[in-house]
């Protein structure tokens, strides 16, 4: 083979393994320290919650921290994700097609109910909080704001999609995210148990919510494909959400969900 022929094969190999694996593994250390918000996560816990070794982290960061992507607090030692992130996500500022379906019935259902609404999406093996809606009763549950990311299981609505999942597919993803539940105080077989329940219920809903003395209920959205994207949540104090009110609760968030699946599919 000559060397024109030997170049045009060259350029159509496909992308050293090597390369695609270090993509990835820095995608996962991102993952990682978005959940960490401004505060940041040590570094331990990024080894920790990646199964990477020490010096690989290390190493990713760093050349993260020389791109903008991460930076590192002075005080703390911490890593949290760098200002140029948010500069990058300007090139998309229109909201997501399930955002603009979904203001409506988030409207309708706070309204209605009354406590704190939230709307959860699934990215990767994590939930992401995308909105927040306050209801008018005194006392409202804040248990987390826009753009906290969990691995998926540990909130209502991560149980909550992964029971709208086929069976095996939801415990791949929890076996994924095992060694990042440890940081929840929570395992596997708990979030397997918790999941099933949900799946038999119709919904998931959470005795004990993210902060003590609180019960949330969350309900599964799909999209046209079938797939679970999202979910709406609602969190309140506990003599809130008796039996009773639990029910009409749900079937409340039920109806909005179906609602917001109809208006994706437009």
């Not at 992130?85 to 409207?107: F, G």
Request: proline share 5%; glycine share 8%.
């Amino acid at each position: 083979m000559d060397k024109t022929n030997l170049a045009k094969s060259a350029r159509r190999m496909p992308e050293p393994r090597q390369g695609a694996q270090a993509i990835r593994r820095a995608l996962a250390v991102l993952r990682i320290l978005a959940a960490g918000r401004e505060d940041g996560v040590p570094l331990a816990e990024v080894v920790r919650a990646t199964g990477l070794t020490r010096p690989t982290v290390h190493r990713i960061v760093h050349v993260l921290i020389e791109e903008g992507i991460v930076e590192r607090h002075d005080r703390t030692g911490r890593y949290a994700i760098g200002n140029q992130v948010p500069e990058l996500a300007l090139a998309r500022a229109r909201p997501s097609r399930l955002l603009i379906a979904a203001n409506p019935s988030l409207q309708r259902a706070s309204t209605e109910i009354g406590d704190t609404l939230f709307l959860t999406v699934r990215t990767g093996n994590d939930t992401l909080c995308v909105d927040r809606r306050i209801g008018i009763y005194p006392i409202q549950v804040l248990s987390i704001e826009v753009g906290a990311r969990r691995p998926l299981g540990v909130s209502s609505a991560g149980v909550a999609i992964l029971a709208a999942m086929p069976a095996q597919d939801a415990r791949k993803i929890v076996a994924a995210n095992e060694k990042r539940l440890e940081a929840y105080r929570t395992d596997a077989a708990t979030v397997l148990g918790q999941v099933t329940a949900a799946r038999r219920r119709g919904y998931n809903m959470r005795e004990i919510g993210l902060v003590q003395g609180t019960k949330s209920i969350s309900t599964w959205i799909k999209t046209p494909d079938g797939r679970p994207a999202a979910a709406i949540t609602v969190s309140a104090v506990r003599t809130r959400l008796g039996p009773r009110r639990e029910q009409e609760v749900a079937e409340i968030l039920l109806r909005e969900a179906r609602a917001i699946e109809q208006a994706i599919r437009g």
